[in-house]
């Protein structure tokens, strides 16, 4: 049972809006940033956003980040059928004094 | 470019050691925390622990607390974990990652090294 929830899976259709929620508490998501991060299959986990909404180099903008109270939301826009993978938010813990990572989502672009 | 590069991970049996090396090259190594973070076979991420760049700081997973010892030699830009009383719940990929400001940002992974626990 992950400290952060996230729904197993989503899907949506090539071209299409998909957001990936995560919920967590005070002592993680609500106070302390969050980061989320693609793994494609057989891939190694990619950073996609950090500090809640910042993009790194070389992601494109139809990645984005947002953060409201204790939840944290990834958006993909204009959905590909390479976007498909598992998406995974990752905050520091205050009471635990660890990095917690969500379960993961399983995007599947239909 | 920076190059993140596991090692030593093997088949054990439960109850033995290992310990994994990460070489680190195409950055400035000590002045960045690391990280080790774990995925068992089709499953989720973990995090395992980090390190401080100077190693005076060490947090950790509590299923690994007192088992698992991150350490670091910045003359050899090089980050190590130490397993002991390994099980078959340790069974995983172990990547180790660069971490810009100690906590939640893993910027780059290695390629991992596959640890089996089993007899």
């Known amino acids: 049972q992950s400290v952060l929830t996230q729904p197993p899976s989503v899907s949506a259709a090539p071209g299409q809006k998909v957001t990936i929620s995560c919920s967590g508490t005070s002592s993680n998501t609500g106070n302390n940033y969050v980061s989320w991060y693609q793994q494609l299959p057989g891939t190694v986990p990619k950073l996609l956003i950090t500090d809640n909404n910042k993009r790194p180099s070389g992601i494109p903008d139809r990645f984005s980040g947002s953060k409201s109270g204790t939840s944290a939301t990834l958006g993909i826009t204009g959905l590909q059928t390479g976007d498909e993978a598992d998406y995974y938010c990752v905050t520091w813990d205050s009471s635990l004094r660890a990095v917690v990572f969500g379960g993961g989502t399983k995007l599947t672009v239909l | 470019e920076v190059q993140l590069v596991e090692s030593g991970g093997n088949l054990v049996q439960p109850g033995g050691s290992l310990r994994l090396s990460c070489a680190a090259s195409g950055f400035t190594f000590s002045t960045y925390w690391m990280t080790w973070v774990r995925q068992a076979p089709g499953k989720g991420l973990e995090w395992v622990g980090n390190i401080k760049q100077d190693g005076s700081e060490k947090y950790y997973v509590d299923s690994v607390k007192g088992r698992f010892t991150i350490s670091r030699d910045n003359a050899k830009n090089s980050l190590f974990l130490q397993m002991n009383s390994l099980s078959a719940e340790d069974t995983a990929v172990y990547y180790c990652?660069?971490?810009?400001?100690?906590?939640?940002?893993?910027?780059?992974w290695g390629q991992g090294t596959l640890v089996t626990v089993s007899s």
């Open positions: 990652a660069r971490t810009p400001s100690g906590g939640q940002t893993l910027d780059y």
